[in-house]
């Protein structure tokens, strides 16, 4: 692989699962986090791939850290803030949907672009990097701005960006602001891997080609929209192609859009075209639906994805 590997930018939470019985358990997720999850696990272990956030000095934070390093994944110039801890959230399931109560405000991520100089060492000369809407929601404005220069500029330097918007209403203080934020994401983005009822909910699009367009107008080259169940829409090199989902009987949907993202973007590192990848990713996302949290074995993405 070209380039100093992956780099994934966002917040890792702790995360408690019901159990049933009254009983919890405690593991580490977040969007963006979840996509590098499933990249770690589907490019060769000679590639690098690292978390960038911020840290607390707290027993959680460095249980996370621990537990990064234990799967592969690092966290280059990552920095630790002292008194800060990590933001949490429970899950809870109705069948195979679920539902999401947080405890986030004070999170140490929301200082990971406080360090300029910290954020370009740990994001030089990546082949990609990747964040989210979510990553832009946690941030002040200043530090938001702070993050997208840095982008920018690794861009620049050959660096692929992805993006998922992933719009989360409750983190924005309007959707103007969200709008706004996500525009100027896209302006610094090579890839954008949108969920179609977010992009209606925010932007008002009729359909995922809509979608497309619009973010193609916005300058991304290569767009792919997911839509839950139904065929994601890939466009690329000017051509729209449908691509249907695997129907499978799901026990958890936690995570499968993002697993989607992390096998989508490890089959383009792996030189798959858009639409072979896209194949690949709903295979992987399948696989994820039928296993209960965020983050699936590795064995269960590496089958699926092979």
Not at 125 to 154: C, H, Q, W
Not at 276 to 289: I, M, P
């Amino acid at each position: 692989m070209q380039g100093n590997g992956v780099a994934a930018v966002g917040e890792c939470m702790l995360e408690l699962s019901a159990r049933g019985g009254g009983d919890w358990r405690m593991g580490f997720a977040g969007d963006t986090f979840n996509t590098l999850w499933a990249i770690r696990a589907l490019l060769p272990e000679s590639a690098a791939a690292d978390y960038v956030t911020a840290f607390g000095d707290d027993p959680f934070s460095r249980d996370q850290i621990a537990f990064f390093r234990d799967h592969g994944i690092g966290i280059a110039a990552s920095p630790t803030i002292p008194g800060a801890r990590p933001g949490l959230y429970a899950i809870t399931l109705h069948g195979a949907e679920r539902s999401f109560t947080y405890w986030r405000a004070d999170a140490a991520a929301r200082r990971l672009a406080d360090d300029p100089a910290a954020l370009r060492a740990s994001l030089e000369g990546r082949r990609l990097i990747y964040f989210s809407g979510i990553t832009l929601a946690i941030l002040e404005p200043k530090a938001r701005n702070t993050l997208l220069d840095v982008l920018k500029a690794a861009r620049a330097g050959g660096t692929t960006v992805a993006f998922d918007p992933n719009y989360r209403p409750r983190l924005w203080p309007s959707p103007d602001a969200a709008r706004a934020a996500i525009g100027a994401a896209l302006a610094v983005a090579d890839i954008a891997l949108p969920t179609f009822p977010d992009e209606q909910a925010l932007f008002g699009d009729s359909s995922p080609e809509a979608t497309a367009e619009r973010l193609t107008k916005a300058g991304v080259g290569e767009v792919v929209v997911k839509d839950g169940e139904a065929p994601a829409l890939v466009f690329a090199s000017g051509t729209a192609t449908s691509v249907p989902a695997v129907k499978v009987e799901a026990v958890d949907t936690t995570g499968a859009g993002d697993s989607f993202n992390g096998a989508y973007l490890a089959a383009r590192l792996s030189g798959d075209d858009p639409v072979a990848a896209a194949r690949r990713a709903h295979r992987v996302a399948a696989s994820v639906v039928q296993v209960r949290g965020a983050l699936a074995p590795f064995e269960t993405l590496k089958n699926a994805f092979a």
